[in-house]
């Protein structure tokens, strides 16, 4: 019988994991520019869109989806926090959750650090989260984050493709960004307009079908999976939040041709979630330009005087 991967310490095993928030071409038809395009109308007729507050140096990925205010998001955040609890447990009990000591536990937990003050202008919420990181010993190719910055990672994205900290940041931001962007509350909002469940007492008080739907749908947060524009956000907001963090934007491109030769040789569980191919480097590389001079100045702010 194989040795579990980690042996949790005391503290891991009574369920205390580390927290680690207060340390802390418009005229194209893609269906980002579709919903960009959607997003300025809204403007127009004066309704509210959270957007972040800089200039806007950086990537531009347009304003958040509407959908997402019908569903609560304390409602997914708590959902998110009872999954990502029950998981720690699980891992605890098998042995595969790391100790807080593990090397690759503070290592995750440093790069969380650097990332974590970049979020809020991306999600007001982001301040008030409990942000964690864990380590899950699995051979899988996997990450995520969860609303309410729950994030963990398997060991197996570590080890296997042997990520630098700046490709680790890539990964991380990108995960950031579906919490960040609420891409589960977006499409939990897209399931509840599909059904037809959405009336105004419901959507205001969590009453009825809607209740009962959201619940169902909150089940399936570590299921999950989202649509190429979540994706091509996720790619550009979190390569931005790396390059403020002072991470090489240039990592963003050997991470996901790490990805792309993973692949060749199975279905990493990532890429069942997260589709690989030459479009989406495609993409980044033509987004590295807007936030070079955001990591530059990043990394000489940290350079020693």
Not at 71 to 91: C, M, P
Not at 113 to 135: D, F, K, M
């Amino acid at each position: 019988m194989s040795r579990p991967p980690f042996v949790a310490s005391k503290q891991a095993q009574g369920g205390g994991a580390a927290v680690a928030g207060p340390v802390h071409g418009r005229s194209c038809g893609c269906a980002l520019h579709a919903r960009r395009r959607f997003g300025a109308v809204l403007l127009a007729a004066g309704a509210a869109v959270a957007l972040p507050s800089w200039g806007r140096e950086g990537v531009d990925v347009g304003p958040p989806s509407r959908l997402s205010s019908l569903v609560s998001a304390g409602q997914i955040e708590q959902a998110a926090t009872e999954q990502y609890r029950d998981l720690l447990r699980k891992a605890s009990q098998q042995g595969a959750l790391a100790p807080q000591t593990h090397p690759q536990v503070v290592r995750l937990r440093r790069i969380a650090e650097r990332l974590i003050p970049h979020t809020y202008a991306w999600n007001s919420r982001a301040r008030e989260w409990r942000w964690e990181v864990n380590l899950i010993g699995s051979k899988q190719i996997n990450a995520f984050c969860m609303p309410g910055g729950k994030i963990a990672f398997f060991h197996g994205i570590l080890e296997q493709l042997k990520l630098t900290d700046d490709e680790v940041a890539m990964v991380m931001g990108h995960e950031m960004t579906h919490a960040l962007r609420e891409h589960a509350r977006e499409q939990m909002g897209k399931t509840l307009a599909t059904r037809g469940a959405i009336e105004i007492g419901a959507a205001l008080f969590g009453l009825g079908d809607l209740g009962r739907t959201a619940a169902g749908i909150g089940g399936q947060l570590l299921t999950l999976r989202f649509g190429r524009e979540d994706e091509t956000e996720a790619d550009l907001v979190g390569l931005e939040l790396a390059a403020r963090a002072g991470y090489d934007p240039q990592a963003g491109v050997t991470l996901w041709q790490k990805m792309a030769a993973a692949s060749r040789g199975g279905s990493p569980e990532f890429l069942s979630t997260h589709p690989s191919g030459p479009s989406r480097i495609r993409d980044i590389q033509a987004n590295i330009p807007k936030v070079e001079g955001l990591y530059e100045r990043a990394r000489g702010a940290a350079a020693p005087r």
